[in-house]
């Protein structure tokens, strides 16, 4: 498979199918924070996603947080929700990647890489060789690096149509 062609393409982390990553043989989800499990510069914790993520471990997941950002914020959203966190990422390089799945003890073959962009998340999680699933991002808002490739996320999804319900039937604002 293309190192920029996302195994699934969905709504938001919400509409990914747990039961069925289950039975493909996925243990592990090493997800990203900004944009693709909260907004990007917020650190509150919506009671959807607690509830979210406390499914996923009460399914017998394991996860990790993989994310570039640095920030005090990161490790507070990682504390709250229970999670192992990998920051400073410097993603889409593999190191973080593979320290992560150490931390969790699951091999990259049984993670999913799930983030919202092309160029971090998914080519990161091709790297590894695990799966990987990209969801729209939750903001609009980014750092004017990110709204650039963006641009080029377009171009090379030429206008895919994520799966699952629309945001605005879970309470997220899609701007």
Known sequence: MPLLAPDRYLTDVHAIDLAALKASGVRALLLDIDNTILPRDTNLVPPELAAWATDVVRQG???????????????????????????????????????????????????????????????????????????????????????????????????AQAEGPTRTTRGVDPT
């Open 61 to 159: 997941f394991k996860v990790c947080l993989v994310s570039n950002n640095w920030h005090e914020r990161v490790r507070l959203v990682a504390a709250e929700l229970g999670f192992e966190l990998v920051a400073k990422a410097i993603k889409p390089l593999p190191f973080a990647f593979w320290i992560a799945t150490r931390r969790i003890g699951v091999r990259a073959r049984h993670c999913v890489v799930v983030g919202d962009q092309l160029f971090t998340d998914v080519l990161g999680g091709k790297l590894i060789g695990a799966r990987t699933i990209m969801v729209l991002p939750l903001s609009a808002t980014d750092l004017p690096h990110t709204l650039l490739l963006r641009r080029l996320e377009a171009r090379i999804m030429k206008g």
